[in-house]
Nanobody, 125 residues
């Protein structure tokens, strides 16, 4: 059974950092691109970043470019999202998911399956 467990969220002040982890099980992580999404209250779930199966290609939503870094360790079946210079508008529940068609510059939820339960990130002073 494909499963994702996100962790690493929490409360952080503006300008702070967090590192999210996405632990995968039930399938061979190394064959799939993995994406991070977020959903703020009252808003649609939006794509934040995606990393290809071999980690050669990475993509970021414009508002997080230069602040967030996605990486993966296939040996540990884990994908990470390092988030720096956090802003209040980054507040959301963050999810990881498996891509069914690879990673592209447009990170759209229709291209992903097997979602985790999410981890809450709150940026506030």
């Amino acid at each position: 059974q494909v499963q994702f467990v996100e962790s690493g969220g929490g409360l952080v002040q503006p300008g702070g950092s967090l590192r999210l982890s996405c632990a995968a099980s039930g399938f061979s992580l190394g064959y799939y691109g993995i994406g991070w999404f977020r959903q703020a209250p009252g808003k649609e779930r939006e794509g934040v970043s995606c990393i290809s199966s071999s980690a050669i290609r990475t993509y970021y939503e414009d508002s997080v470019k230069g602040r967030f870094t996605i990486s993966r360790d296939n040996a540990k079946n884990t994908v990470y999202l390092q988030m720096n210079s956090l802003k209040p508008e980054d507040t959301a529940v963050y999810y990881c998911a498996r891509s069914v068609s690879g990673c592209y510059s447009r990170i759209e939820k229709k291209d992903f399956d097997s979602w985790g339960r999410g981890t809450q990130v709150t940026v506030s002073s």
